[in-house]
């Protein structure tokens, strides 16, 4: 799937973003299977990540996030009309963890819905929210990417254990007067669903009693380095820019290799790609926001700069956004 805005200006302007407080270390992983620090930066440039507790769930770093994404676009729980939460790790697959967000919050208007695209589900659900608006079916949106995938991972497993972490993001999404989304291109093949996997989880279970992440790491690698610059390539072509107009690249936060790969191939300067994959590893759904908030912070999302996210994932699927950040004007508002 693949479409440009033509002039239809939807934006964000709101961001928040949160991780659990517990830092978990290469060293501390190597306790618990065999490996060492050095293998794990050398091959994917992790050096630790955030995981939650036994008695924390997604929705308990999720919800911090919303809540800043809220205050950050200076819109409350009464604004919002849509909640959508990206993520493979609700706290249950039912009452789902956009609707339970929404109770917490206050936001009784909202329809809420928890959206499945693996690591990608942040691409898919954004691009959700601004068919939602585009259409006048939402007026403002709450879009959440978030997974604590510490919760499902085999603990035994190193080639699984140290590549993830738990985190969230949030974005608040709506008509702006100047910048936002210039497009979209989503994909996804079944074919390859196999190379990541989470049997056992749903009604299949009894195919595979035990529920925890799978993977083949070579092959869900190659899938990676292809999408990540395919993806990226068609929604540029499709909304007529070229990479060298790009300001902030934001690639999945999956390994270090993958992304330098993609910088490699795409030829974007590696100073205007965000890489925070060494802090938090692997955080599925959260990457990306968590990716955007690091480039908020280090002062990159300025008023009018060109930004390229590409995601990927389970499913196996993939997804790209393009966007002009519309970055509050001096009166604090935007638009
Ligand atoms: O959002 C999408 C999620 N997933 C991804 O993006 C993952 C994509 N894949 C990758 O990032 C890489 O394939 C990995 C980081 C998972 C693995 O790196 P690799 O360079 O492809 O290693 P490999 O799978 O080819 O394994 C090389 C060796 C193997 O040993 P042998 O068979 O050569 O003796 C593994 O058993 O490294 C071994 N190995 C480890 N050794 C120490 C695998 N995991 C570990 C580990 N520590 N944690």
Redesign the pocket.
Known sequence: MIGSANGTRIGITGLGVHVPERVVTNDDLAQY????DE??VD??GIHERRMITEDQALTDIALPAARAALEDAGATPDDIDLLICATVTPDMMFPTASALMANTLGAEKAAAYDLLA??TGFMYAIAQAYGMIAAGLSRRALVVGGDVLSSILDWTD??????FGDGAGAVVMEPVDHGGFLGFELGADGGGGVH?QYPGSGSRKFENPESMLR?N??E??KF?TRVMVSSAEAVLAECGRTIDEVDVYVP?Q??K??IDHAVGKLGVPPERTVVNVDRFG?T?SGSIPLALADARTDGRLRDGALVLMTG???GLTWGSALIEWTAPSASGGRG
């Open positions: 299977v065999d490996t060492t293998w794990i091959r994917t693996g690591c190193r080639s699984t254990l140290v590549l990541l993977m790491g070579r869900v690698y990676a999945h999956a390994n290799r993958i692997n599925s990927m994932g389970a």
